[in-house]
């Protein structure tokens, strides 16, 4: 079975329990070193956990990675500020 069906199948359980809970997915948009292929599906991936829920939000951060939130203020700064706008929306 292919990835890309594997993960749908996933999503779609998760998507029932998720319902409309808050969901916020913070994505830093990348070119994988490999194929095309494997970056078509990773972004795809990253778009399926975005619609786990009915109330969430998919924000993107350039060049961020999960290593330079903490090396790079700037980084560290912009995904901040995406998690406390999302948080204000549901207030």
């Not at 890309?4 to 969901?23: D, M, W």
């Not at 948009?29 to 009915?54: F, G, I, V, Y």
């Not at 290593?67 to 995904?79: G, I, N, R």
Request: proline content about 2%; hydrophobic content about 40%; charged content about 15%.
């Amino acid at each position: 079975m292919a990835c890309g069906v594997i993960a749908s199948q996933r999503a779609h359980h998760c998507f029932k329990l998720l319902g409309s809970t808050p969901l916020l997915v913070v994505t830093a948009p990348r070119r994988l070193r490999t194929h095309r292929a494997e970056t078509a599906l990773w972004k795809l991936l990253q778009d399926e956990l975005a619609a786990l829920s009915t109330n969430s939000a998919h924000q993107h951060t350039i060049g961020t990675t999960h290593d330079s939130l903490v090396y790079e203020q700037q980084h560290a700064k912009t995904t901040a500020i995406a998690i406390v706008e999302f948080v204000n929306t549901l207030r």
